[in-house]
Structure formats: structure tokens, C-alpha cells
Nanobody, 122 residues
């Protein structure tokens, strides 16, 4: 199983980034997917999540209206479009997947994790 993130980088406040996560080695379309962030000195927290069909996204109050999570089940890929970035969005962003069939949301329990991609907003 692999989750490989890409698209991180350094941007100025107000800028945009698009993260991608390429999944392989499992039945991607059957898993709830999410993005977590670990800011310096803080615990990992859910930023956005999306159901198996890609029809129901979940956001925090901070990410709602600025971030858009989406998935392409034909390409086994998860995305996070981040606009109007703020310094507090800085951190390592992790792609996660959960096999839990009873719950999909910001508190999902990840089955698999990616290696993370750094996002720095100054």
C-alpha cells in the first residue's frame, strides 16, 4: 500500500497550492479519504475528508470556503485545492485513508498514511 503526496511548497499569504495524493495497493474507491495537517509543535489534526463516492466533503471551520477536497476514483487520486492560504495553514500535510465503513469525516481513523508534504505560508 502506498499513499504518495505531492504539490507542497512555500507560498506567500493569499496564495494557492494544490496537493495530490496517488494511492496504490488497495481498493481506493472503497475507502474514506482525508487530509491531516501537523503544524510545528502541535498534534496532527484533520483538515478535510471525503466519502468514498466523492459526493460528501467535510471541512473544519478554518478550511471551509478556502479548501476544496476532491477525489478521482478512476485515477486513485485525492486532491486538496487550497486557496487564500494563511500562515496558520503551515505544516506537514498527510494523505490518509480509512477502511471504516461506518464513519467518514474529520475524525476518521486512518488505516493508511502518506509520508507527508510540507506546506509553508509566509
Amino acid at each position: 500500500v502506498q499513499l504518495v503526496e505531492s504539490g507542497g511548497g512555500s507560498v506567500q499569504a493569499g496564495g494557492s497550492l494544490r496537493l495530490s495524493c496517488a494511492a496504490s495497493g488497495y481498493t481506493y474507491s472503497s475507502y474514506c479519504m482525508g487530509w491531516f495537517r501537523q503544524a510545528p509543535g502541535k498534534e496532527r489534526e484533520g483538515v478535510a475528508a471525503i466519502d468514498t463516492g466523492g459526493r460528501m466533503p467535510f471541512y473544519t471551520d478554518a478550511s471551509n470556503g478556502r479548501f476544496v477536497i476532491s477525489r478521482d476514483n478512476a485515477k486513485n487520486t485525492l486532491y486538496l485545492q487550497m486557496d487564500s492560504l494563511r500562515p496558520e495553514d503551515t505544516g506537514v500535510y498527510y494523505c490518509t485513508s480509512s477502511k471504516d465503513q461506518t464513519y467518514c469525516g474529520l475524525s476518521l481513523s486512518p488505516t493508511y498514511w502518506g509520508q507527508g508534504t510540507q506546506v509553508t505560508v509566509s
